[in-house]
């Protein structure tokens, strides 16, 4: 069955530098999709990516980060500068639609833990 | 801002027994899906409900959506040990979907 897949499955940094966390969507997939989750806390949605462009953002997703698709499989969530808040575990998710069902599928995630 | 609450947030039963779980919201999605995380796992989809009223069943879950779809509920029968884990409802909202805090649910044999 297809899946979402994410590399690292665990990313250590330093304060203040840069870390680019990796996806690869179901491949029939056209939506993409970055969500977080800090320890103990509800998932919180980031960034939404559509035909190369972000579609919808939160909050949450300011200047410091950034999403790519560099090619035809990967989806790229980098985050510039990291501070100590960024630790998290970081989801990407694919969807073949966003009316109707919606149905977003969830990779396993990356843990960002930020020194 | 757009809030889903689950309740209750813990709950421990016996082996066997029946439960229900809740998900409300003040807000409409166009659809509301009920994911099943595991610790320092990605939530796992179990099932998606679109229409108002909606009811659907898997295996001995039953999820269904309120007839207004601000709400939904999950209810297990006779649960089992292996149905232990953190139930997430999420509700679809354009691209995005917002997230429960979750019903962290233990079955005890």
């Known amino acids: 069955e297809p899946e979402v897949t994410q590399t690292p499955s665990h990313q250590v940094t330093q304060m203040g530098q840069e870390v680019i966390l990796r996806c690869v969507p179901i491949?029939?997939?056209?939506?993409f999709y970055w969500y977080r989750q800090i320890l103990g806390q509800k998932v919180e949605f980031l960034v939404s990516?559509?035909?190369?462009?972000?579609?919808?953002k939160s909050e949450i997703f300011d200047d410091q980060f950034s999403v790519e698709r560099p090619d035809g499989s990967n989806f790229t969530l980098k985050i510039r500068s990291t501070k100590l808040e960024d630790s998290a575990m970081y989801f990407c998710?694919?969807?073949?639609?966003?009316?109707?069902?919606?149905?977003?599928?969830f990779g396993p995630g990356t843990r960002l833990t930020v020194l | 801002t757009q809030l889903l609450e689950q309740s209750p947030q813990f709950l421990s039963i016996q082996e066997g027994e029946n439960l229900t779980v809740y998900c409300n919201s003040s807000?409409?999605?166009?659809?509301l899906q009920w994911y099943r995380q595991e610790p320092g796992e990605g939530p796992v989809l179990l099932v998606t409900?679109?229409?108002?009223?909606e009811v659907k069943k898997l295996k001995r879950l039953t999820f269904q959506f309120g007839d207004a779809r601000k709400d939904s509920s999950l209810h297990i029968t006779a649960a089992q040990p292996g149905d232990t884990g953190l139930y997430l409802c999420?509700?679809?909202?354009?691209?995005?979907?917002?997230f429960g805090k979750g019903t962290r649910l233990h079955i005890l044999p």
């Open positions: 807000s409409v999605f166009s659809s």
């Open positions: 998710a694919s969807s073949v639609e966003t009316s109707g069902y919606n149905e977003q599928f």
């Open positions: 491949s029939n997939h056209l939506y």
């Open positions: 409900v679109v229409t108002g009223g």
């Open positions: 990516f559509y035909n190369n462009e972000i579609s919808e």
């Open positions: 999420a509700g679809a909202k354009n691209d995005k979907i917002i």
